[in-house]
């Protein structure tokens, strides 16, 4: 059975544009003769391909040895399926193809916790997500990969010590309390040695699910260090701070007042970093009166909300990038603009002493730990988002219109967000008081 390839062309297609290479093979299921297909990821003008193979192009040697290490793939998949008395059909041609480009990691014969782990990580992509579809989110991703990174640490310290690698099957319980050990003394919160656990039990149980061998003591072991989330520090400006941080200075270097820029945007907004940098001059439409409204669709929870703009210094910004044709600012990516904002926010005198949690430099790597320091050390992209929605809640705007605004569900939610107000409260109080009759 031989894989062959031909090009994705019929009467509508556009062939002055690269047409799709197309994988199949002539077969039978159920003694009626079939022939399953499946695209590949390579394309090519229809003159550069002929008799299943590409030439003319620049790409040629590329292309042609991607298509003959799938053929070879294909073969070997088919033969593994013959001697496991398998049936030959499409998902044989989809696995070969997720093979070659890579899609899929075969899982070694002895398998160890740390190579099941990068099987585990491969896979995200085609794990299904919160909103139903496929790819983890890459934060999620990062988690994975960290927590590898941590356990392959723990296995260059037992092998010190003459210590073997974790496996799937024969791992003990007391293997798991060593690793648990190594974050405590490495100074790792109680939080995220329980994330780490939590990590530790998904994959064994990813594992097990795909029919591997895996030791009782993953699913046994008890997480000590379940507890509720320690309660996030809180931090917005102030209406002083934001005239502050928003101040023109011609003194600033140029990345940061593209920094400056974008915070501004972020005050006026109150959107995720993810969707602020996704903001152009389209973005922004006029409404029957003439003025400015923001429309954007929030990537986390595919919400659409829409914003009024009334800070005249962005209103002319956005005026002048429609009119030449230009971004209202440089994307930057999330790390620099975290370290920008607090450069920004250093120059621009954010200065009051507040208490927080900070990176701090250990014998063991850098921690999250709480300490005081100036107010800009703790500012990031999140701080604008908050900014806003605690303005808002302060000028009394209904809670409806903040929570079209911020895209939460719930007004718990919204709440905990921003942390409590006590001013708030006791103003709500009062009002309640001058309200009530002298008798029910």
């Known amino acids: 059975m031989k894989l062959l390839f031909k090009l994705d062309i019929d009467k509508r297609n556009d062939l002055s544009k690269p047409q799709s290479i197309i994988a199949y093979y002539n077969g039978k299921i159920n003694g009626k003769r079939t022939k399953p297909q499946k695209p590949t990821p390579y394309k090519v003008l229809a003159k550069h391909f002929s008799k299943g193979e590409v030439s003319g192009t620049y790409e040629k040697h590329e292309i042609n040895a991607s298509l003959n290490k799938l053929r070879s793939i294909f073969h070997q998949e088919v033969v593994k399926a013959k001697v496991k008395g398998l049936e030959i059909d499409k998902s044989i041609l989809v696995r070969s193809i997720m093979l070659a480009e890579g899609m899929i990691v075969e899982i070694p014969d002895v398998v160890y916790l740390d190579d099941y782990t990068r099987t585990f990580i491969s896979e995200m992509r085609f794990m299904l997500n919160n909103k139903g579809t496929a790819?983890?989110?890459?934060?999620?991703?990062?988690?994975?990969?960290?927590?590898?990174?941590?356990?392959?640490?723990?296995?260059?310290?037992?092998?010190?010590?003459?210590g073997s690698r974790i496996s799937l099957k024969h791992a003990t319980i007391q293997e798991l309390n060593d690793y648990v050990k190594f974050l405590i003394e490495r100074e790792y919160a109680p939080a995220t040695i329980s994330k780490r656990i939590k990590n530790l039990k998904t994959i064994a149980g990813?594992?097990?699910?795909?029919?591997?061998?895996?030791?009782?003591?993953?699913?046994?072991?008890?997480?000590?260090?379940?507890?509720k989330k320690e309660k996030e520090d809180i931090i917005f400006l102030s209406k002083e701070e934001v005239a502050k941080i928003k101040t023109p200075n011609d003194d600033l270097p140029n990345h940061l007042k593209n920094t400056q820029?974008?915070?501004?945007?972020?005050?006026?907004l109150g959107q995720r970093v993810s969707d602020m940098m996704m903001i152009t001059p389209e973005t922004f439409k006029l409404d029957d009166d003439g003025d400015y409204i923001a429309d954007v669709r929030q990537e986390k929870t595919g919400k659409q909300?829409?914003?009024?703009?009334?800070?005249?210094?962005?209103?002319?910004?956005?005026?002048?990038?429609?009119?030449?044709?230009?971004?209202?600012?440089?994307?930057?990516?999330?790390?620099?603009?975290?370290?920008?904002?607090?450069?920004?926010?250093?120059?621009?005198?954010?200065?009051?002493?507040?208490?927080?949690?900070?990176?701090?430099?250990?014998?063991?790597?850098?921690?999250?730990?709480?300490?005081?320091?100036?107010?800009?050390?703790?500012?990031?992209?999140?701080?604008?988002?908050?900014?806003?929605?605690?303005?808002?809640?302060?000028?009394?705007v209904p809670e409806y219109h903040i929570l079209k605004i911020s895209g939460h569900s719930e007004t718990s939610t919204l709440h905990a967000y921003i942390g409590d107000d006590p001013m708030r409260t006791k103003q709500q109080t009062q009002e309640l008081k001058n309200m009530l009759p002298d008798t029910f």
Request: aromatic share 10%.
């Open 261 to 268: 820029t974008i915070v501004a945007f972020s005050l006026a």
């Open 206 to 227: 990813h594992a097990k699910k795909k029919g591997l061998a895996v030791s009782p003591a993953f699913n046994d072991y008890e997480n000590g260090f379940t507890q």
């Open 135 to 162: 790819g983890l989110a890459d934060s999620t991703k990062r988690q994975y990969i960290n927590w590898n990174n941590l356990l392959l640490q723990y296995q260059k310290e037992r092998e010190k010590t003459g």
């Open 305 to 396: 909300v829409s914003i009024p703009i009334n800070d005249k210094a962005l209103i002319k910004l956005i005026k002048e990038a429609k009119s030449n044709g230009e971004p209202l600012f440089r994307v930057i990516s999330d790390q620099k603009y975290n370290d920008y904002i607090k450069e920004l926010g250093k120059r621009q005198g954010i200065t009051d002493i507040i208490k927080g949690k900070q990176r701090i430099q250990t014998q063991y790597g850098y921690r999250l730990m709480e300490a005081e320091g100036e107010k800009y050390k703790y500012l990031s992209s999140h701080t604008f988002r908050r900014t806003l929605i605690s303005l808002l809640y302060q000028a009394n």
